[in-house]
């Protein structure tokens, strides 16, 4: 890894008995998309505002370009934030609204104009200097509040759920918008959301927290298809969970049948968790699947058929398929070992890097 930009050592938060961040470490390198990304109260704003400043951390240490930046006040942190309500002035017109920062640190008029230009520009709102605020779109003012924190020229910008205020198509436009001004500006983006398919759209790295804790990082691709326990593969996306037991590296048992796989590295007949996707499961006839389920729904979208399933254990089965099925019917379900997702029970980042660790040891 590069010499990381930003770095959290062991940082906890609380307020009185209530902890907030429970041990959180991350390296952020320079010119990524990173997402921060959990359910309301999991901790990732407080992240956030420990990074700007707004926050102290209750203990551990806050790194930023390899100094030690605990006791620096926000206005000194080489960082802007864009909040959800984008907390623009509507007294202010676009123009001033971005200048705002530059005419506090007393920047001389030419290069204010100069670098307010180009901010719009940077965000697609060239000729609108002279607009008043209440006349912009929902769209427009995040653009504004955009333009406005970049103009300070930032290491990092940060953006806490500021989608979240769009209806869904302009949502999903500023999500390829944000993408390429992050490729194009070349700074990192450090983004908050609830949203996992905003996530999984945008980022380089996501870190998925919940209870104060990371429970997962990586790459998109990696959150999605390698889940390291319930609460991510519930989190990210449809899932299929079922209780297992993995009899051996690359065997594991579900509901009494064994069916090879890719994971190992956990004990003979330990009890685990299996993740399928729902596009992983194929509709096949009852004597070719290798899985019986009898269906209970199906609903048309248009790409496909969302159908929900009962095995003989009762255990739910969630398939997405393009091909149509009968209500109440049976049907086999296929699937290859690289689809069966092993997980351990309650088992952690942490806890995951160690066993692989030793894993790799002992072989």
Request: contains cysteine; glycine residues 6%.
């Amino acid at each position: 890894m590069a010499h990381p930009l930003i770095e959290f050592r062991h940082i906890k938060k609380a307020y009185g008995d209530n902890v907030v961040l429970k041990d959180i470490n991350f390296q952020l390198e320079s010119g990524k998309f990173y997402t921060l990304l959990g359910p309301s109260g999991s901790g990732k704003t407080t992240i956030l505002r420990i990074i700007a400043g707004f926050n102290e951390a209750t203990s551990g240490d806050v790194i930023f370009d390899g100094q030690r930046i605990n006791d620096v006040p926000a206005n000194r942190r080489q960082v802007n934030t864009v909040f959800q309500d984008y907390a623009l002035f509507p007294h202010l017109n676009v123009f001033e609204n971005v200048a705002f920062g530059l005419r506090l640190k007393k920047v001389g008029t030419q290069e204010i104009n100069e670098r307010v230009e180009r901010a719009l520009r940077l965000v697609h709102l060239q000729g609108y200097q002279e607009r008043e605020i209440t006349e912009m779109s929902g769209g427009q003012q995040q653009r504004v509040a955009i333009a406005r924190a970049i103009v300070n020229r930032p290491k990092v910008l940060m953006l806490d759920e500021a989608l979240s205020a769009l209806d869904y198509k302009l949502r999903k436009e500023m999500q390829t918008e944000l993408r390429a001004l992050q490729r194009r500006l070349g700074i990192t983006f450090i983004f908050v959301t609830h949203d996992q398919s905003e996530a999984l759209a945008m980022s380089d790295q996501i870190f998925v927290i919940n209870d104060g804790l990371i429970q997962q990082s990586g790459s998109p691709v990696d959150i999605y298809d390698e889940p390291l326990n319930h609460f991510v593969a519930d989190f990210i996306g449809e899932s299929n969970i079922v209780p297992a037991i993995m009899k051996r590296d690359y065997l594991v048992n579900i509901g009494g049948l064994d069916f090879e796989c890719v994971d190992a590295g956990m004990r003979p007949n330990e009890k685990v968790e299996v993740v399928l996707r729902p596009e992983d499961l194929d509709i096949t006839s009852p004597e070719k699947g290798k899985l019986l389920v009898t269906v209970d729904t199906q609903l048309f979208r248009g790409v496909d058929y969302q159908i929900t399933a009962h095995d003989a254990d009762r255990h739910e089965w969630k398939i997405n398929s393009i091909h149509k099925t009968t209500v109440g019917s049976q049907v086999g379900l296929s699937f290859d070992p690289e689809d069966i997702h092993v997980m351990r029970l309650h088992e952690s980042e942490q806890d995951f890097d160690n066993r692989l660790e030793s894993y790799e040891d002992e072989k």
